[in-house]
């Protein structure tokens, strides 16, 4: 009833995401609705997360880092903090600028017809164009932003 609740309680904010851990997949039917996907199933991604290591012992390290409070952690930073976004450039370049930083980019968070959208696992050789408000999802140690970090990759045109 608390996911039903809270719902109620911020359909006056409509920005507000909540997001339950729900123990027992068998609630799933109480708890989604059209539209509705704020909540996880803890078995599931357990399973999800062993089935991964199992296949590929390597991510062992990467999820414990990953998963421990000291480790690294995700987070959404500016776009203009790794490159000028007024030209296109490939997703490796992104990642370049970013492991420069000692940081790992995974991702993108961009407006899609209006929309934010996130998108993950981009294909290095892709071209992207991107925006003043795009946000680059990494996995990195610190949450400032370049405070000791200074590399921004633009082109310049002769």
Known sequence: ??????RDITSAFPTVNIVTE??????????????????I??????SLLLTQIAENQDL??????LFDAAGSEL???????????????TMATLV?????????AIGLKCKV?????VRLNIPK????????DDLVVVIAENPSYRHNCHIVITVIRI
């Open 1 to 6: 009833m608390t996911l039903i609740h809270l």
């Open 60 to 65: 062992h390290a990467v999820f414990r880092d």
């Open 75 to 89: 987070y959404l930073k500016p776009i203009t903090e790794y490159i000028s976004p007024t030209h296109q450039y």
């Open 22 to 39: 729900m123990l027992d997949e068998r609630n799933r039917s109480l708890a989604s609705t059209d539209g509705i996907n704020d909540f």
């Open 113 to 117: 017809n209006g929309e934010w959208a």
């Open 125 to 132: 050789s892709e071209t992207l164009t991107f925006s003043n």
């Open 96 to 104: 370049y600028a970013a492991a420069q930083c000692n940081e790992i």
């Open 41 to 46: 199933i803890s078995n599931t991604i357990v």
